[in-house]
């Protein structure tokens, strides 16, 4: 096997959140910052933002043979995960899937939704662009996500203080997947 060190990827992403349905940008433009007016930039993070997608194969199964004839796809999970590096107000309403926010002279303030639990959760889109191979770029767009999993940040004194979030994918429609990778190409 020969390896082809131009297919090697390393290097950051920048993760970028958006209203579920906001304008996508085009493939042809994958190498641009995304509408500024549709995404916000969630500014540095830290180790890392990890894709995840999970697919479960359930098998097929016949009594006429041992063997397992073949399987369906019956579950996908989809993620995103990282620590954002800049601990803010604005960025731990996208972390808990919406509140308030309030700003006056010398002071910024919170509150999380808190209507009850039966009511819809703010779903939301997410783009993370990172490199493809060829130091060119490669943008993943999950199109309606939900922060589900714990919040959390730590206040050490010998530590940054970050958000961890982590980002899960839903089902859209039976006309538009659920999510999209774009790879610029030379």
């Known amino acids: 096997m020969s390896v082809t060190t131009t297919n090697l990827i390393m290097g950051p992403g920048t993760l970028y959140i958006g209203s579920f349905g906001a304008t996508e940008p085009l493939d042809t433009v994958v190498n641009t910052t995304p509408a500024?007016?549709?995404w916000t930039d969630l500014g540095?993070?830290?180790d890392g933002a990890k894709l995840t997608i999970d697919q479960t194969y359930t098998d097929l199964e016949v009594d006429q043979i041992v063997d397992v004839p073949g399987a369906r796809l019956t579950?996908?999970?989809f993620t995103i995960e990282t620590n954002l590096a800049e601990p803010t107000l604005e960025n731990l309403k996208y972390l808990l899937n919406d509140g308030t926010a309030a700003s006056g002279t010398g002071f910024k303030s919170f509150e999380p939704i808190y209507a009850s639990s039966a009511t819809q959760p703010t779903?939301?889109?997410?783009i993370l662009d990172g490199f493809a191979p060829?130091?060119?770029r490669r943008r993943f767009i999950i199109r309606k996500v939900l922060s589900s999993d714990k919040v959390e940040s730590t206040y050490k004194k010998d530590g940054q203080t970050l958000f961890t979030v982590k980002w899960s994918?839903?089902?859209v429609s039976?006309?538009?997947a659920p999510f999209k990778l774009i790879d610029e190409t030379a």
């Open 75 to 77: 579950k996908r999970l």
């Open 44 to 46: 540095g993070t830290q």
């Open 36 to 38: 500024a007016s549709a």
């Open 134 to 136: 060829n130091q060119l």
């Open 174 to 176: 039976s006309v538009i």
């Open 169 to 171: 994918g839903f089902y």
């Open 123 to 126: 779903y939301r889109a997410a």
